[in-house]
């Protein structure tokens, strides 16, 4: 079960200048802070299931998140995962609808719930806030349609190559040999949902990316060893 953890200000958190949140005037965010619900989130845990209805906005203080569809083939497909300082659920709570995506947790998660009334009260305070959000809905629209457009027509390998990149760059961390370590764990089928393929055709996939020394696996951690070698997999 979640359980409620000490709540931090937010004008304090380690995360505020992470995300949209980090423009909003100090007033704003000590109204938040006495609002919000703050809880912990242990890894297979979910906050909150696709097609049910938003009640607030949440806040990714610490942890990962991925945000993932029910195919009605029964497939699923991880669309997005998320990081410390994104907002999960702003999307369905702004237009209205229900969740596109269940979330649930990968590692270790502290997360806020805001409710609607501080949240749109923000909006209404804090233009600033406002903008932030919409150029977030274009960037996160960008986004999608960059991912649906890769699923019909880039390879695997083009697929992974990018995927590992995008990963760097939130979970990159380099040695002194200049490998880089993805410091995010993640199974070979959470990697196969979110390719859009089967695990075998990850696992060898992955193989061959590991014979070409693009990549090294230790225990459960992915090493990047070849950066250039995984952008050039990439078409333009």
Do not use: W
Request: aromatic residues 8%.
């Amino acid at each position: 079960m979640t359980r409620p953890t000490p709540i931090k200000d937010c004008d304090s958190c380690d995360s505020r200048d992470l995300g949209v949140l980090g423009c909003l005037p100090e007033k704003v965010l000590a109204e938040f802070g006495v609002n919000k619900i703050h809880r912990t989130y242990q890894p297979g845990q979910v906050i909150f299931y696709e097609e049910h209805r938003p009640y607030g906005v949440y806040c990714l203080e610490s942890g990962t998140v991925k945000l993932s569809k029910q195919h009605p083939d029964g497939k699923t497909y991880i669309a997005r995962i998320a990081k410390a300082g994104d907002l999960l659920g702003y999307r369905a709570f702004l237009t209205h609808e229900t969740y596109a995506a269940t979330a649930e947790v990968l590692e270790t998660a502290s997360i806020c719930f805001i409710e609607r009334e501080p949240f749109m009260k923000a909006l209404a305070a804090a233009p600033e806030f406002a903008l932030r959000l919409m150029e977030q809905l274009g960037t996160d629209l960008r986004a999608a349609e960059s991912r649906a457009l890769d699923l019909a027509y880039a390879s695997v390998s083009e697929r992974l190559a990018e995927m590992l990149l995008m990963l760097k760059e939130a979970y990159g961390e380099t040695d002194t040999d200049g490998a880089i370590h993805l410091k995010i764990k993640l199974s070979r089928e959470e990697i196969a949902n979110f390719l859009g393929t089967t695990v075998e055709t990850t696992v060898r996939t992955l193989t061959r990316f590991r014979e070409n020394s693009l990549i090294d696996f230790d225990k459960k951690e992915l090493i990047i060893k070849d950066l250039p070698g995984l952008a050039a997999l990439i078409p333009g």
